[in-house]
């Protein structure tokens, strides 16, 4: 059974940065693209980021490019989040998620493994 542990999230202001980090267990690790997805408040659950099973190909929403990089280890069997110049809008629950489809997809529903997600709150 496969589980997703992320931490990292916080409280942090405007231009500020934060790393998130997610642990997989029950399974091998390098099988699954890895993605973070975030939702906000009243919003739908939407893309951020993804990367794929070598962590050679990676995947970023237009909101994040140049912001944010995702990255992966597979010898610790975690992917990590760095998120720089954040901002307000930045604001939402964050999840990690595991694929077993060969590329990144940016759907949620192609994503069978989710963390319990950690908040990150950007103040201005």
């Known amino acids: 059974q496969v589980q997703l542990v992320e931490s990292g999230g916080g409280l942090v202001q405007a231009g500020g940065s934060l790393r998130l980090s997610c642990v997989f267990s029950g399974r091998t690790f390098s099988s699954y693209v890895m993605g973070w997805f975030r939702q906000a408040p009243g919003k739908e659950r939407e893309f951020v980021a993804g990367i794929t099973r070598s962590g050679v190909g990676t995947s970023y929403a237009d909101s994040v490019k140049g912001r944010f990089t995702i990255s992966r280890d597979n010898a610790k069997n975690t992917v990590y989040l760095q998120m720089n110049s954040l901002k307000p809008v930045d604001t939402a629950v964050y999840y990690c998620?595991?694929?077993?489809?060969?590329?990144?997809?940016?759907?949620?529903?192609?994503?069978?493994?989710w963390g319990q997600g950690t908040q990150v709150t950007v103040s201005s």
């Open positions: 998620a595991a694929s077993s489809r060969v590329a990144v997809y940016t759907s949620p529903y192609e994503y069978a493994y």
